[in-house]
C-alpha cells in the first residue's frame, strides 16, 4: 500500500482521499493542517491517521510516501521543494506552480533526488473519454478547430460580491480563472495538440484585481483552439473538435466524462459516461508509476506526463504574460 499524506483541508481533498482509496493502492496516514480541527475533519473516519500542525515533522514521518498539495497555489512551489528535497513522491493539485522559474527549479530538484515522482492533478487527461479522443485524432487527417468550455460558478464569488476577497480570487494567493478553471482546457489543448505556434488571452477582470473568466485562442498554424472558463458564469456548452462534417464532442473541458461523434445529426458513442468519482483513474495512474516505478512502460507514462505539465506550465504562464497577469512568487506575510 502506497502510504499517504495531505496538505490541504478543502473538498478537494476529501474527493482525492475517496479515489485514493476507492483504487485500493493508498492508505492515508498522515495530515497537515496549520489548525488541528481542520486536520483532524479530513482524518476523520480513515483510521489510524496522524494529524501534524507542524510542516517540517509532517515532511519528515517515515509512514508517508507521497504527498498530496492542495494548498493555496502560491504555496505549492515551496511545499512541493520541501517535499522533494525529504524524498517524498509529490501529487500537487493544479496549477502546479505559477512559472516557468519554479518549475525549472523543481526539475533541478528532482534531478537530485532521481527516485522521487512528481505529479499534476490534472485529472481530465487521464479519463478513458480524453484517451478515446486523442487515439481518434490519431487517425484523423486534420481538423478544422476546437472549442474548449469550463466554466462553474464559484459560491465563493457570493463573497466577492459582498466586499470579501476569498483565496480564489485573491491575487496574493495566485488566484483567478487562469490559474484554476483555466489549467483543466489548457491540459486538453497541450495534450490533444501540443504547445500552440501563437497565443492570446482576453480577461474579464474583478474587483479584487484577478480575472473572473476570460477567452484564450491558440494557434496551432493551420487552425485555432479557443478556450472559454469562467468562476463567475456557468455554461452548459459541451467542448468540440471539429473536422469537415464530424463534430467529435466531450462534456466539459474539465471533466470530460465521456466522449461522442456527431455525423450530420446522427450520435455516436465513443466513450460512454463515467459515472465513478472523476480523480480515481488519475490516482489508479499515479499508482502504477508509484508502485512499479521500473516498469518500461510506466516510465514513459511519467516522462510524458512531465513533459506535458512543463508545456502546460508554458502555455499558462504566456497566456499570463500576454494579458499583464503577474503571479506572486511567495506569500506576503503581513
Known amino acids: 500500500m502506497i502510504k499517504l499524506g495531505t496538505i490541504g483541508t478543502n473538498w478537494i481533498t476529501e474527493r482525492m482521499i475517496e479515489a485514493a482509496h476507492a483504487t485500493g493502492d493508498y492508505l492515508l496516514t498522515a495530515v497537515y493542517s496549520r489548525h488541528e480541527a481542520s486536520g483532524e475533519k479530513i482524518a476523520n473516519g480513515h483510521g489510524d491517521v496522524t494529524v501534524y500542525t ?30 522533494i528535497q525529504h524524498d517524498k513522491n509529490v501529487i500537487v493539485e493544479k496549477p502546479a506552480v505559477l512559472t516557468q522559474y519554479q518549475f525549472q527549479n523543481i526539475l533541478d530538484e528532482l534531478s537530485l533526488h532521481p527516485q522521487v515522482h ?20 490519431n487517425d484523423v487527417d ?10 462553474q460558478y464559484s459560491s465563493r464569488y457570493d463573497k466577492v460580491l459582498n466586499g ?5 480570487f485573491n491575487p496574493q494567493f495566485g488566484g483567478g480563472a487562469l490559474a484554476d478553471l483555466g489549467v483543466y482546457p489548457v491540459y486538453d489543448a497541450v495534450g490533444l495538440f501540443g504547445v500552440p505556434e501563437r497565443l492570446a488571452y482576453y480577461p474579464t477582470m474583478i474587483s479584487t484585481g484577478v480575472d473572473g473568466k476570460g477567452t484564450a485562442v491558440l494557434n496551432y498554424g493551420d487552425f485555432d ?9 456557468a455554461s452548459t456548452h459541451n467542448s468540440e473538435i471539429y473536422h469537415g462534417r464530424e463534430i467529435i464532442t466531450f462534456d466539459s473541458a474539465g471533466e470530460v466524462t465521456e466522449a461522442s461523434i456527431i455525423r450530420e445529426n446522427q450520435r455516436q458513442i465513443l466513450s ?8 480515481i483513474p488519475e490516482m489508479s495512474d499515479f499508482a502504477r508509476v508509484l508502485n512499479d516505478p521500473d516498469n518500461e512502460q510506466n516510465q514513459a507514462d ?15 504562464s504566456r497566456l499570463a504574460n500576454f494579458a499583464g497577469i503577474e503571479y506572486p512568487t511567495k506569500l506576503e506575510e503581513d
Do not use: C
Not at 66 to 81: E, F, K, R
Open 272 to 279: 460512454p459516461l463515467y459515472g465513478k468519482n472523476p480523480m
Open 225 to 233: 483552439v479557443t478556450l472559454n472558463f469562467s468562476k463567475i458564469s
Open 164 to 168: 470579501e476577497t476569498p483565496n480564489v
Open 118 to 137: 512528481f505529479f499534476e492533478a490534472a485529472r481530465n487527461v487521464h479519463m478513458p473519454a480524453f484517451h478515446v479522443v486523442a487515439d481518434y485524432l
Open 302 to 316: 511519467y516522462h510524458r506526463w512531465l513533459e506535458q505539465m512543463q508545456n502546460v506550465n508554458l502555455v499558462l
Open 54 to 83: 507542524d510542516l517540517d515533522q509532517f515532511l519528515s514521518a517515515d509512514d508517508v510516501d507521497v504527498i498530496y498539495i492542495a494548498s493555496p497555489n502560491v504555496l505549492h512551489h515551496s511545499q512541493i521543494i520541501q517535499a
Open 142 to 151: 486534420g481538423i478544422d478547430g476546437a472549442d474548449f468550455t469550463f466554466s
